[in-house]
């Protein structure tokens, strides 16, 4: 698949957002290293809000036509894309409802305070979920068609947020650790979740242009090419990477993304200073773009059977 950066920043800025927004509600309701302050929940929902509708924003670069983008609310039974939208426009008025009688009633919970604290968490984990759902649902990717999808999409953002998380904890003084302890923990597990994508990718399909046509007399070999130049199908459903590429950003993808920020965070957890979370931060966004762009680059659409690929 040609990678759109605009997909690209969306699923990652949005899926950092997300989880930063459903950690920051669990630590805030359990006091994790200590009670919430009140320019700290500002910046927290500044940070948030940022995050999410930059990527939700960024989502629409790769519509042909943006203005039919409501068109995408209209079938929330059948479509996940239908039900992410849903979820993330549902997001703002639950989480408003969060954080504006929070704050206007001195950083002290109550019932009701607490019930939407937990509805926001719900809802941003759920945005994620159908995030991941959408790419999971093409089952004429066979990369994309797995289980591990919406796996690696959840706990990569909330990997991403936890980082965050640290990161803004640490700067207005309250203790880090415990929310690098949650990054080293969802980053570690989403490491071997992304690993086994990979190995699982790896292995021979069993789709072949003769099963592509339905047919079982023989095998179906092409004797020439249906076209004498590019077109769409080329242009949007191939991306020439080479294995060796591929390779090397592969290895950059896991080492930006899991192996630096799992180190980083591990120390800010043992009572290093902050500034190793916003190092995580940093370098983590910067491989989960890697990541990312690798998942739609290196996804193998079934047309691709029409052309030069014998099997998939």
Not at 43 to 50: E, F, K, L
Not at 63 to 77: D, E, G, M, Y
Not at 288 to 302: C, D, Y
Request: net charge positive; hydrophobic share 60%.
């Amino acid at each position: 698949m040609h990678p759109a950066w605009s997909v690209v920043f969306f699923t990652v800025l949005s899926g950092a957002g997300y989880g930063f927004v459903a950690l920051f509600a669990l630590t805030d309701i359990l006091a994790l290293g200590g009670a919430v302050g009140q320019r700290e929940l500002l910046a927290a929902v500044a940070i948030g809000a940022v995050l999410i509708t930059i990527g939700l924003m960024s989502s629409a670069g790769h519509l042909a036509n943006p203005r039919n983008a409501w068109r995408s609310f209209a079938r929330f039974r059948t479509s996940w894309l239908s039900r992410e939208a849903v979820l993330a426009v549902l997001f703002y008025p639950v989480a408003l409802l969060y954080f504006g009688p929070y704050f206007l009633l001195g950083l002290e919970h109550n019932a009701v305070t607490l019930v939407f604290a937990g509805l926001t968490a719900v809802l941003a984990l759920a945005t994620v979920v159908a995030t991941g759902m959408i790419y999971a649902c093409v089952r004429a990717i066979r990369e994309w068609s797995q289980g591990l999808t919406p796996v690696n999409y959840l706990l990569i953002g909330l990997g991403l947020g936890a980082a965050v998380l640290a990161a803004v904890r640490g700067f207005f003084g309250a203790d880090p650790a415990p929310a690098a302890a949650m990054g080293v923990a969802l980053l570690a597990v989403a490491a071997v979740t992304k690993s086994a994508w990979y190995l699982w990718n790896r292995r021979p399909g069993s789709s072949s242009k003769t099963t592509a046509l339905g047919l079982s007399g023989a095998p179906v070999r092409l004797v020439d090419a249906g076209h004498t130049a590019g077109n769409f199908l080329t242009w949007e459903f191939q991306y020439p990477l080479p294995e060796g590429r591929a390779q090397v950003y592969r290895g950059l993808a896991l080492a930006a993304t899991f192996a630096f920020p799992i180190a980083a965070l591990s120390a800010v957890a043992l009572g290093a200073g902050a500034v190793w979370a916003y190092a995580a931060v940093a370098v983590a966004l910067l491989g989960a773009l890697i990541e990312r762009w690798l998942v739609f680059a290196e996804a193998r659409h079934a047309v691709r059977l029409y052309y030069h690929e014998a099997r998939l």
